[in-house]
């Protein structure tokens, strides 16, 4: 079992930036893809980004490429997203997720652990 707690998230105006953390806990031992996703209200959870254990690889959403980044600190068990230039659309409630294996996963079925979410509210 691995927990996911997630931590960063505000208000902020349009054009500001917050830096969500998302630590692991449990087993953490086993290679882990990490993956951000979020949902608005009435719509269905979507993919952000992700990154792999090995590597660091990414992929990231093109709604915010070039706005978002991911990244991670193995030692600590622990994924940032920073996120800059933000939008009003980007209001919305990110989760943090673990998947087990070496790959880069974008579909929300195919990750195994959830933390509980950070509301992330941007005004304009």
């Known amino acids: 079992q691995v927990q996911l707690v997630e931590s960063g998230g505000g208000l902020v105006q349009a054009g500001g930036s917050l830096r969500l953390s998302c630590a692991a806990s449990g087993r953490t031992s086993s290679s882990y893809t990490m993956g951000w996703f979020r949902q608005a209200p009435g719509k269905e959870r979507e993919f952000v980004t992700a990154i792999s254990w090995i590597g660091g690889r990414t992929n990231y959403a093109d709604s915010v490429k070039g706005r978002f980044t991911i990244s991670r600190d193995n030692a600590k068990n622990t994924v940032y997203l920073q996120m800059n230039s933000l939008k009003p659309e980007d209001t919305a409630v990110y989760y943090c997720?673990?998947?087990?294996?070496?790959?880069?996963?974008?579909?929300?079925?195919?990750?195994?652990?959830w933390g509980q979410g950070t509301q992330v509210t941007v005004s304009s």
């Open positions: 997720a673990a998947k087990s294996g070496i790959y880069i996963y974008i579909r929300s079925n195919e990750y195994d652990y």
